[in-house]
């Protein structure tokens, strides 16, 4: 069976990492039983075969394989059989864009809407290393940092525009199906769905429904996780 | 023989719409022989019989074929023993999101650095439409809309992040060799070297150099157009 360490809040089924999310919904595409196993941002020994301190790590009997891009490609090469996480070559190489645009456009937005929500529910023994690590990365205090989310949430939905247009004209982003590039995207949603009840889209945005569909798929797998309605 | 109607400037032979270079690039790839007619602005009853009033658009016999998107896909389903565009069914559907982010997020970034440049090139008959079009669409002169544009520079820059950090890992969007996704992203970069010699990107960015690397495609197809050196 595999193993997979997957970050966990103050309570071991809160799980919040949009790394993790992505992992997990590519296991789910591939149809793969998998044991989760909860880590808090502290317990970097139990990962260390893997050669590095962050999760997702996903252990496959011997093997040990670290980020959430890598376990993807692992997992379709491994089992080519499996329903595609990219559809061939050419939509392997264009999910990379999807990769880069949550970490460098997506997840930036949504950082100051949701980062004290996270210290809100991260384990008592992570509390002081999560707020130092992010006070130092963003140069301010957390609550300094967050400030007004009424007045960032316009932004936050106006960076989903590429997200939103192409939502309107397919079901998914892979199409008439959800891709990797879906889930990609997803684990930004289910990052802020795992720890905060604030409402970051509009009730009509034709971005909600596609996470209601994502929430849908696999016998409603994320959507019975620990979360809040959204 | 194919025919397609292309924006042009006051000289003919410059061409600087970048859902035309969507076009004349997907038609290289699929190595398409067409016969580009020079358009402009005010010349809406020369594609009167497209239903429209914008270009490209494409002439197969007795199709006329608009809108670069769906130019791209009738070109896909009708050389389908050509090199694809898309690469699948799968990096069609990814494609989609490409073609949003550099309209809802690239040319927005562009426009005000290069809106001017534009003016200076339009066709005499069009000096006016343009203006006035563009004032009433951006709700300023475009003199006060374009600005300082060193200032703006930054923004553009970063606004390339996504791009950036994909072809920091593999030649081009498509991956090892270029699909629609990468004529999509290029069309903007087209479009301000057919008008404008303002360095829009540092000489060592990863961009300057995937840049460089489509400009060479087709035996340097888009290099021999009329433009400026960048």
């Known amino acids: 069976m595999l193993k997979m360490y997957d970050l966990a809040g103050a309570e071991a089924d809160r ?16 149809g793969l039983e998998v044991e989760t196993i909860p880590w808090r941002f502290t317990d970097k020994p139990a990962i260390s075969a893997s050669g590095q301190g962050r999760v997702p790590v996903l252990v496959d ?19 080519p059989d ?8 050419a939509g392997r190489a264009l999910s990379r864009f999807y990769s880069n645009w949550a970490d460098a ?19 008592a023994k992570d509390r002081d290393y999560f707020r130092k ?9 957390l609550e300094k940092f967050v400030g007004d989310r009424d007045a960032k949430l316009p932004a936050f939905r106006a960076a989903l525009t590429p997200l939103r247009l192409t939502l309107m004209t397919q079901p998914f982003l892979g199409g008439d199906k959800p891709l990797y590039a879906d889930y990609i995207v997803l684990g930004a949603f289910l990052w802020a769905r795992a720890i905060s009840e604030y409402a970051l889209l509009a009730a009509d945005d ?6 209601g569909r994502m929430l849908d798929l696999y016998e409603g797998y994320a959507r019975k996780a620990k979360g809040y309605a959204v």
């Open 15 to 30: 799980r919040f990492s949009p790394y993790c999310w992505r992992a997990k919904m590519a296991l789910q595409h591939k």
């Open 61 to 79: 009997g011997e093997r040990w394989v670290s980020d959430s891009w890598v376990i993807a490609n692992y997992l379709e090469d491994n089992w």
């Open 82 to 89: 499996k329903p595609s996480l990219f559809g061939g070559g």
């Open 105 to 123: 456009v997506l997840h930036p937005a949504l950082i100051p809407l949701a980062l004290l929500d996270i210290l809100r529910h991260v384990d």
């Open 133 to 141: 690590s992010r006070e130092e990365r963003f140069g301010t205090t």
């Open 206 to 211: 034709p971005v909600a429904a596609w996470r």
